[in-house]
């Protein structure tokens, strides 16, 4: 069975950090690139990063450059999201998902995967 499972929102205020970890099982994560996408009430869903696990190469949207961080480790099956400087805007619920193939990143970018996890709320106080 796939799973991805995200942990580590929470209550944050303005100008702090959090680490999200998206953990996975019952795929083969190597041959997978995982994104994290936001979701805020009433707007769509956006990617804001992603990361090939076969290769490290890595997407940014010009939103996060900067502030967000994304890394991967092969041997935990997890891929983890270090946001910094956060704003009250940042509030949403965090989704990792993971996308086969080589080109996994374009279509991560395109909002679409194969695979996808319930999501964390972030919530960024003023």
């Known amino acids: 069975e796939v799973q991805l499972e995200e942990s580590g929102g929470g209550l944050v205020q303005a100008g702090g950090s959090l680490r999200l970890s998206c953990a996975s099982s019952?795929?083969?994560?190597?041959?997978?690139?995982v994104g994290w996408f936001r979701q805020a009430p009433g707007k769509e869903r956006k990617e804001m990063l992603s990361i090939s696990s076969s290769d490290g190469r890595t997407y940014y949207a010009d939103a996060v450059k900067g502030r967000f961080t994304i890394s991967s480790d092969s041997a935990k099956n997890t891929v983890w999201l270090q946001m910094n400087s956060l704003k009250p805007e940042n509030t949403a619920v965090y989704l990792c998902?993971?996308?086969?193939?080589?080109?996994?990143?374009?279509?991560?970018?395109?909002?679409?995967?194969?695979?996808w996890g319930q999501g964390t709320q972030v919530t960024v106080s003023s």
């Open positions: 998902a993971a996308t086969y193939g080589i080109d996994a990143l374009e279509v991560l970018a395109g909002g679409r995967g194969d695979y």
């Open positions: 019952g795929f083969h994560f190597d041959d997978y690139a």
